[in-house]
């Protein structure tokens, strides 16, 4: 355990914004993290406690006067099955560092998921997703500790109750677990998923046979579209998708339709349908726009970016206009992604 006092945040959340936690708390294992949350207890710390990961997800409104906990659990234990072979991760791993090992080791499963900001716990928490794979395709179980008595708890993929970007710890158990360890299901035999427009279009260009491809190319193509659309947060602080894409009832749709008949969209059930969020911002004519030093992003709208010195109130404020500006042409209400730490969305 490392504890730091008035730590500067800059290097924990993407969008590189400056804001300070009072106390930061590091553990390296579970004995370790139960260790904390009883020194917590005794100090009779009253502060709010947050647990963040990579920070790519988050926007700090204000400096944090509370707790702040980051797991440095990063191991990885393996075990077959025939063709299945179950993985348990520590939470503090880097994300793409895991997609990276189990591509390299011929684990399949997770090549579509390439290149995504944060941390193996986040991913849970959030159930991450991107070209047709969803993080809670191939979640098994999550194992946890609870923030307030430091007791262990596994949950199956069930009781995660995970939804587009959502799980129960986003919701129900908000802010009462750590994640300390997430199990995976992947497989030994390939089956690439191709399904998502731009990945056969990637694939055409660079003349990959479809028929003949390798997780490895299938990896290389992700991380090649995302990197085309995505900013790195090296050039300009983004957290990734600031926006959810909205699902909205089909007659909404009908009525965007009679206007712009090619817009895009995809079918979630008989009655629901999601629009892209980036492209309602972009039919409000944002896409590339700024207020101030916050603007959004020039190749995909659904991607707010810090031009530099931006505060989180600077990103909050082109937030709402930009949201105010989506639901006045098109009546839908669209809702950050992003969380919003130190002040009301
Ligand atoms: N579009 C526009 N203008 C834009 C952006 C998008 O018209 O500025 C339209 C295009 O028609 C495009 C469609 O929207 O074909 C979809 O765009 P894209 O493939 O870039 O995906 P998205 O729906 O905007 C979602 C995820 C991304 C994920 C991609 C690929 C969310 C909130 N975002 O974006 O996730 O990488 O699909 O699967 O669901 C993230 O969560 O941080 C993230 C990057």
Redesign the pocket.
Known sequence: MKEFHDYSLLNHNTFGIEAKAERFITYDSVDDLQQVITHLNNGLSDRPLLHIGGG??LLFLSDYKGVILHSHIKDIETHNDGNDIFLRVGAGMVWDDLVDYCVENGYYGLE?LSL??GEVGASAVQN?????VEAKDVIQKVECVDLKTSENRIFTTEECKYG??SSIFKKELQGQYAVTYVWFKLSRIFEPHLD???IRNALLASGINEKEITAKQLRQTIIE??QA??PDPKDFGN???F???PIVECEVFEHIKQDYPNA?HYVIDEAHI?I????L???CGW?GRSLGNAAV?D?????LINKGGALGKDILELCNVVRNDVKNKFGINIHP?VNFIGGEA
């Open positions: 790519s997800n579509n995504i900001p991450i997703g991107a070209y047709g587009y970007r998502y427009g731009d579209i995302r659309k995505l957290a990734g998708s926006f959810m894409n895009p999601k892209p969020a980036g492209w911002i972009e039919q896409k992003h190749k995909q709208a659904l991607v992604e």
